[in-house]
């Protein structure tokens, strides 16, 4: 079982940055891989960025490459998301999620992810 908090959302101007943290309990973190999505009001839920267990390995959507940078430490059992040049289309409840694995070299999509976290808001103004 992996617990998973989010914090770090926020109301932000466009143009400007926050930093989404994600912390997990128990034991296996090092051993899942990790992913951020979100969700904006009348959306499906989407992909944003996700990274490998050792961080070697990480993808992102085409609507945030090159603005959004994920990342993990392993020892400090988080996750965090930097988001930069936000724009008002990245409005929306992000959330962390994990996914058990003995594979390394892979990230995985959103339906095969097993754990989820609440959430946190995330508000850009134009």
């Known amino acids: 079982q992996v617990q998973l908090v989010e914090s770090g959302g926020g109301l932000v101007e466009a143009g400007g940055s926050l930093r989404l943290s994600c912390a997990a309990s128990g034991r296996t973190f090092s051993r899942c891989a990790m992913g951020w999505f979100r969700k904006a009001p009348g959306k499906e839920r989407e992909f944003v960025a996700a990274i490998s267990r050792s961080g070697g390995v990480t993808d992102y959507a085409d609507s945030v490459k090159g603005r959004f940078t994920i990342s993990r430490d392993n020892a400090k059992n988080s996750v965090y998301l930097q988001m930069n040049s936000l724009k008002p289309e990245d409005t929306a409840v992000y959330y962390c999620?994990?996914?058990?694995?003995?594979?390394?070299?892979?990230?995985?999509?959103?339906?095969?992810?097993?754990?989820w976290g609440q959430g946190t808001q995330v508000i850009v103004s134009s």
């Open positions: 999620a994990a996914k058990p694995t003995p594979w390394d070299t892979r990230t995985f999509a959103l339906s095969e992810y097993d754990y």
